[in-house]
């Protein structure tokens, strides 16, 4: 696809990949050609046409911490791929997809569609042979369970996908004729026959969750084991690594993962890091798309900058992310202060979004003209000192070494050279009260609010004084924005405000109606508040004991959404789930207290169900899944929740909870929740005599709720597969 210049603008502009080799800064043509060979074998004939390609098998890793632009270069060799002749690209990413038999049966849907975009109807015609083998993966009578070892590992197939295998090969085969072998070799035989080269991109591996990293491997070593297919999987090692790996300690996981990856990736290809100048272009292709400028440097400290941030930046992402922030605050401030000192302080914010909250709180323990009692006090720290010289280390405490740097740079009293501090020349630096100022309370990055209108909120008394000050800000669509500066500023916000502050957001979050009427993101709330409590217990000492207390203030006013967020993560952590554990031990309570407080909480959130609570009123599904992650889910339960489906309304709650776009919750685990049948008949019933929700978002989630019931991948079923 040939992007124009303005859609390639509007991307480059975005923290995204990019698509297409006129947005690639970084010249990686050669580099494109390089894996392309690696790929797929060209022969030639006398007078240099093309004769035939052949995938070359090989199962190539392309490895690079996030954001250094894996994503980027499998988009430009897709590009580069799809223009030759006697090639297929089937692409995949394992993250829209949750569990084994997903991940497989898109792997299959991915191939079929890219071998049925062919111009040649003999590779069109492949598709049949590709169907045979996913059969046979499945219709092997009593010995499915055997071969789905072999092929794939541990686990169950599902009747569903037998029935849709069986109509897609349209009763052409029977069960006794698929054996798993004969079909893949016929497969791969009619692949050479082709004279086609598949290859099958493979993304974002490292952004799911354990088990689909593993079960992506599985699939890639077994089920994808073709010849005639080339693979290149795009990864981070160390968090893959960590995924596949076993043992009690990370170093023991590290060792075992990568001896698991080395049986599955035989050519890694690291994506090599930012040099000096590919930074330098970057950046300048950066300020191009998001159309700011920057001065030439034409004072030291400007080039001093400049050059630190050339050494400082590590992936294309974190320099999208530095212009992104810089256009905007430049914006704000353009004429009044030095660009090249809101570069660099567009860079902090970015990347240490605290050390922003550090600065605002030391202005005048910063800045070249701070006020009369600053200045006594500075005379006073030095009398006591013996006429030492303050660092920034006494200023603003430990932080890391990198940071401080640039902070010498932007306050260069703190610096070897001190003098240059002083002097006309420096009126539009930060280091100048006036502008620093300017820049903290006119130069908030997007969506962020300040300081001061958090302990606004904080500081309030009571909550139902903090509940009516949230419920404003949610409803002028701020509540995020509460939440992000919240996990920003908590280590420095009074633990007195946690008793009011946290019980107001659990009972903001909570529905005032019953029934789901239209598009919410409370429950990405939850999930936020939740992220930013567990985060906090990790990174800060002492913070778990703070965190202790807000959750059991939680539980003393009924909360239902952001402790069983919080149990349910400690479940995983603790093993007490079917499931394998997670989190390689970040945890708050410990086994004895986790189990402690699994015990205490079970039977209110059992309560809220058959009461009609957590259907009716509570934005996600974290409680429900507590009690089924606990093996506390009984039959009174279930037929409770089934009898409370009995309108349009619970129909459309139900299915907005568990079937949101890009979640799937397969058909035994409904069945576990209620009887699928009857809410299937329920719903058939009402879709009858009442037809579809007019709200198009609820509309969505029952037609893939109802896709679930029936067995079906609700991403995948046809919008005119109608049965009602």
Known sequence: MILGVENISFLARQDRAIESSEADALERGPFIASLVKTLVHTEHNEDSTVSSRKATGFVVGLTGEWGLGKSSVLNLLGEELKVMEHVVVATLNPWLFKGRDELVQAYFNSLREALGQSSSEKVRSLRGYLERYKASIEFVGTTSAAVIDILIGNGATTVFWKKWLVKAVGMLIKPKDLTAVQERKSLESKLAEANVAVVVLIDELDRVEDEEVRAVAQLVKAVGDIKGISYLVAYDPDRVTQALGKGSSPEERRKTGEGYLEKIIQFPIPLRPLFEGDARALLLNSMKYNRVELPPADRPHQTAIYEQLLRLVRTPREIKRLIGAYSVLEEIVHGEICPYDVLAYSWLVT????????????????????????????????????????????????????????????????????????????????TKRRNLIRLLYLGNPPGMMSRTDIERVWSLQSVDKALSALRVLKSSGRLDQVIDRVGDILPVLSSSGDQVFWIAISHLLVREHDWILGEENTGNVVDDAGAILWNFAQATPDAKVRVKAIVQS????????????????????????????????????????????????????????????????????????????????????????????????????????????????????LDQIFDADAVLGMTRRLLRDEGFPENEWLASSVRRFRGALLGRDPHFSSPDDEDF
């Open 351 to 430: 990347k240490a979004p605290s050390i922003r909250q550090l600065i605002a709180d030391r202005i005048q323990r910063l800045v070249d003209d701070p006020g009369v009692s600053e200045m006594l006090r500075q005379q006073q720290w030095r009398a006591a000192n013996k006429d030492a010289v303050e660092t920034l280390h006494d200023v603003l405490g430990t932080i890391d070494e990198s940071y401080a740097d640039m902070l010498r740079l932007l306050f260069p009293r703190f610096g070897d050279d001190r003098a240059v501090s002083i002097g006309v020349e420096n009126g539009d630096r930060i």
């Open 554 to 669: 939680l539980i003393a006013n009924g909360d239902l959404l952001i402790v069983p967020w919080i149990l349910r993560k400690h479940l995983f952590a603790h093993g007490l789930t079917p499931y394998r554990k997670q989190n390689h031990g970040e945890v708050i309570f410990d086994l004895e207290e986790t189990i402690k407080l699994r015990d205490l909480e079970l039977p209110r959130y059992y309560n809220s169900v058959k009461s009609g609570v957590a259907i009716r009123k509570l934005p996600d599904t974290e409680a429900i899944f507590c009690i089924l992650n606990s093996n506390f889910w009984d039959d009174a339960l279930r037929q409770s929740l089934t009898a409370q489906l009995d309108s349009m309304s619970a129909i459309s709650t139900i299915a907005a909870l568990l079937s949101p776009p890009n979640v799937i919750v397969d058909l035994s685990t």
